[in-house]
């Protein structure tokens, strides 16, 4: 079983920034993918962005690419940098990793942009 966290969501007005970060409950080296998604009100859960723990490219959704970078440290922590916040961007971010096929969620992070 994982574990995932999120922090670092709030109110901030367009144009701004907000670095979120979560924290697995296990080492980062156990897991095949880390990943952030969103999900807005009357939406679907969207894909935002993911990193690949040991091999591969990050993947980046077109409507924040340009914006939003993803990281992720080498114990237990993936980062979203997003910059350049718009009011379209509002939304719950879940932070999502997948092991062996099996995926994980955490409870979300509500971000909130102001016009």
């Known amino acids: 079983q994982v574990q995932l966290v999120e922090s670092g969501g709030g109110l901030v007005q367009a144009g701004g920034s907000l670095r979120l970060s979560c924290t697995a409950s296990v080492n980062i080296f156990s897991l095949d993918r880390m990943g952030w998604y969103r999900q807005a009100p009357g939406r679907q859960r969207e894909l935002v962005a993911t990193?690949?723990?040991?091999?591969?490219?990050t993947n980046i959704a077109d409507a924040v690419r340009g914006r939003f970078t993803i990281s992720r440290d080498n114990v237990k922590n993936t980062y979203l940098q997003m910059n350049n916040l718009k009011p379209d961007d509002t939304a719950v971010y879940y932070c999502?990793?997948?092991?062996?096929?099996?995926?994980?969620w955490g409870r979300g992070t509500q971000v909130t942009v102001s016009s």
């Open positions: 999502n990793a997948e092991r062996v096929g099996l995926t994980y």
């Open positions: 990193i690949p723990i040991r091999t591969g490219s």
